[in-house]
């Protein structure tokens, strides 16, 4: 049974910085593309950043949304079968539950009627 697990939200002042990781099991996802979303109240589930199997020293092979271009980072151990988001200089309108998701292939994509597997969420709360 594939899993995947988020962790690391909770609540940080704006300006602040926090790291959400995702545990993936039940299968090997280093050839698989990842991705994170969030969910704000009242919204709809919306991309944040996605990387692919492999990332060049340029970051090539890694995407982001407009809005956390140059503040979060998206980043994967293949080897702990885990990826991180980075989020850093945050503000209260990245409040949401945070969602980690993995795709069968190796391309990436913003669409998340595109990935296969999700995990739970984790909240993030950026207070102002």
């Known amino acids: 049974q594939v899993q995947l697990v988020e962790s690391g939200g909770g609540l940080v002042q704006a300006g602040g910085s926090l790291r959400l990781s995702c545990a993936a099991s039940g299968r090997t996802f280093s050839s698989s593309a990842m991705g994170w979303f969030r969910q704000a109240p009242g919204k709809g589930r919306q991309f944040v950043a996605a990387?692919?199997?492999?990332?060049?020293?340029?970051?090539?092979?890694?995407y982001y949304a407009d809005s956390v271009k140059g503040r979060f980072t998206i980043s994967r151990d293949n080897a702990k079968n885990t990826v991180y988001l980075q989020m850093n200089s945050l503000k209260p309108e990245d409040t949401a539950v945070y969602y980690c998701a993995a795709r069968r292939t190796t391309m990436i994509v913003t669409n998340r009627n595109l990935y296969d597997y999700w995990g739970q969420g984790t909240q993030v709360t950026v207070s102002s």
């Open positions: 990387i692919s199997w492999s990332v060049s020293w340029s970051g090539e092979g890694t």
